[in-house]
Nanobody, 127 residues
């Protein structure tokens, strides 16, 4: 069982950057594929980025491509999301998620392939 706690959300001005963190509990963190997702009010949860267990592979969703960077530190059981040049449409609750397996589905953000979810952290981008 993995527990995930996100932090780093808040109010950001458009054009600025944000860095979110996710702290994971559990001895097998290094074996999980990790992902970031977000959900805006009235919209479906969407994929932001994913990273493989050894950081050998990363993949970003279309809407953050070129602006988002996902990273992880297996020694500290943390995963981070850096998003630059933020826009008002980046406003959402951001969720960290963990998948026990690595697959095309997990790396491209198929929600049903993620096994554990955090509670989310709110990010609001002001124009």
């Amino acid at each position: 069982q993995v527990q995930l706690v996100e932090s780093g959300g808040g109010l950001v001005q458009a054009g600025g950057s944000l860095r979110l963190s996710c702290a994971a509990s559990g001895p097998t963190f290094s074996g999980y594929t990790m992902g970031w997702f977000r959900q805006a009010p009235g919209k479906e949860r969407e994929f932001v980025a994913a990273i493989s267990w050894n950081s050998g592979g990363t993949y970003s969703g279309e809407r953050v491509a070129g602006r988002g960077t996902i990273s992880r530190d297996n020694n500290k059981n943390t995963v981070h999301l850096q998003l630059k040049s933020v826009r008002p449409e980046d406003t959402a609750v951001y969720f960290c998620a963990a998948a026990e397996t690595e697959s095309i589905g997990t790396m491209t953000g198929r929600l049903t392939e993620y096994d554990y979810w955090g509670q989310g952290t709110q990010v609001t981008v002001s124009s």
